[in-house]
């Protein structure tokens, strides 16, 4: 829903969006059922129901829950679209810094791959976007990621950091 919200709005000479989604065979039938990761740069369209940018990468198996894939996207990313400035949005669930245990895991971090049932910890989002570069913008949509911690993990690597963003509501303004 949210890749469709997107198009809504799309990609324009000065604005890029690349996308990388990930998703279960058993997640949904529509635009054929397909399952991995797959890369966007995001067009417009007024498609509610269907995906219509066509997919530049198609990613059979990827741990969505690596750090290290976190950087490898923000690489491709980077190259199918170069800017002057940069701004990443990770999301999916996030448990900030959470004091839960499960398996005798920490349960905190971000983007959690529901095949690997890995995720990044807090720390690993500071580790990938050391090897990312200065971004000018990081934001995540996701629960629990606006806690100090995080934020001091990032704060070297974003210039402006919203660590609960909700972008639920994309317009064209």
Known sequence: FNVNQMEMVGSTSKVKVAVELGRLGTYSSADGGWRGQRRYIIEKDNDTDH???????????????DWRHLVDFVAWAK????AKRYML????????????????????????DD??????????????????????IYASDA??????????????YATYR????????LTSD
């Open 162 to 169: 919203m660590l609960n963003c909700l972008a639920r509501n």
């Open 143 to 156: 629960c629990l990621m606006q806690m100090a911690e995080v934020g001091y993990q990032i704060k070297n």
């Open 115 to 136: 095949e690997t049932g890995h995720h990044m910890t807090t720390p690993d989002l500071g580790s990938a976007l050391a090897v990312v570069g200065k971004i000018d």
């Open 51 to 65: 995906i219509s940018s066509p997919a530049l990468q198609d990613i059979a198996q990827a741990d969505m829950g």
């Open 89 to 112: 949005i990770v999301w999916n669930h996030g448990s900030g810094w959470e004091k839960s245990i499960r398996n005798d895991i920490w349960l905190r971090g971000i983007s959690y």
């Open 79 to 82: 190259k199918a679209a170069p």
